[in-house]
C-alpha cells in the first residue's frame, strides 16, 4: 500500500540537541511538506519541497533544517536553536508541480517532540 | 494576504445531530477547497473537496456548501455519531503552478452519546 511514514512517533530530546525527525513516502510524489502543531492549534508551514535537492523555507523555518535528497525522503532537523521545539510534527506530501491538487495532501502520522 | 479562519473553535452536538462546521477564507482567487478530519494523535486525513465552479458537494452524510459571494464554506455532517469527534480543519489553494494549501485553525467536534 501507498503511504507516507513518519518516524519516530514519539521523541524526547534533551535541551542543547539536535533531533532529526524522518519522513519518508512511496507516493511518488515530487512535493513534500513540514508542519508544526501546537496544542489546540492550526498547522503551520516549516519548509517544503518541490522537487528533488530543492526546499524553500515557509512560515516558521527558524531552528529548522531540511534536506530532500531522495524523491522519497525529507527529513527535518530540529536544531538547539529552535528554543520551543515541544510539539506535534506532521509530514505530507502531494503530486507533481502544475497538475490539478485532487485530495490535497497526504498527511503521515506524525512525530511528538518534547523536550526534557 | 491569505488566510482562512473558523468561526468556533469547538462545537458540541448530540449523537444523531446534524452538525455544521463553518469556514471563512479571504482569498477570493481560492478555487479548489479541502476539509480534512483529525483524530487526537493522529494525521489530517482528506474526508472532502468542492473546487470553486459548484456550490454543493453531497455525499452519504457528509455535504460541503460553498457561498463564493461572501467566501464562505461549511462542512455538514448529517446523524452525526460519536466516532465523528476530531478536529476538523479547512483548506484552500490555488489550482495554478504549485499548491500550496492555507490551512483554518480548526474546529473541535464534541459528539455525546
Known amino acids: 500500500d501507498g503511504g507516507i511514514t513518519q518516524s519516530p512517533k514519539y521523541l524526547f530530546r534533551k535541551e542543547g540537541q539536535n533531533v532529526t525527525l524522518s519522513c519518508e513516502q512511496n507516493l511518488n510524489h515530487d512535493a513534500m511538506y513540514w508542519y508544526r502543531q501546537d496544542p489546540g492549534q492550526g498547522l503551520r508551514l516549516i519548509y517544503y519541497s518541490q522537487i528533488v535537492n530543492d526546499f524553500q523555507k515557509g512560515d516558521i523555518a527558524e531552528g529548522y533544517s531540511v534536506s530532500r535528497e531522495k524523491k522519497e525522503s525529507f527529513p527535518l532537523t530540529v536544531t538547539s536553536a529552535q528554543k520551543n521545539p515541544t510539539a506535534f510534527y506532521l509530514c505530507?506530501?502531494?503530486?507533481?508541480?502544475?497538475?490539478?491538487?485532487?485530495?490535497?495532501?497526504?498527511f503521515g502520522s506524525g512525530t511528538r517532540l518534547t523536550v526534557v | 494576504g491569505e488566510s482562512v479562519g473558523l468561526h468556533l473553535p469547538t462545537l458540541s452536538v448530540q449523537e444523531g445531530d446534524n452538525s455544521i462546521i463553518n469556514c471563512a477564507y479571504s482569498?477570493?482567487?481560492?478555487?479548489?477547497f479541502i476539509w480534512y478530519k483529525q483524530e487526537s494523535g493522529k494525521g489530517p486525513q482528506f474526508i472532502t473537496d468542492i473546487r470553486s465552479n459548484m456550490d454543493k458537494r453531497q455525499g452519504q452524510r457528509v455535504t460541503v456548501l460553498l457561498n463564493k459571494t461572501v467566501k464562505h464554506l461549511s462542512l455538514q455532517i448529517a446523524a452525526t455519531q460519536p466516532g465523528d469527534s476530531a478536529v476538523y480543519f479547512c483548506a484552500e489553494t490555488l489550482n495554478t503552478g504549485f499548491q500550496k494549501l492555507v490551512f483554518g485553525t480548526g474546529t473541535r467536534l464534541l459528539v455525546s452519546p
Open positions: 482569498n477570493s482567487a481560492s478555487d479548489y
Open positions: 505530507a506530501s502531494s503530486g507533481p508541480p502544475g497538475t490539478a491538487l485532487e485530495g490535497g495532501y497526504t
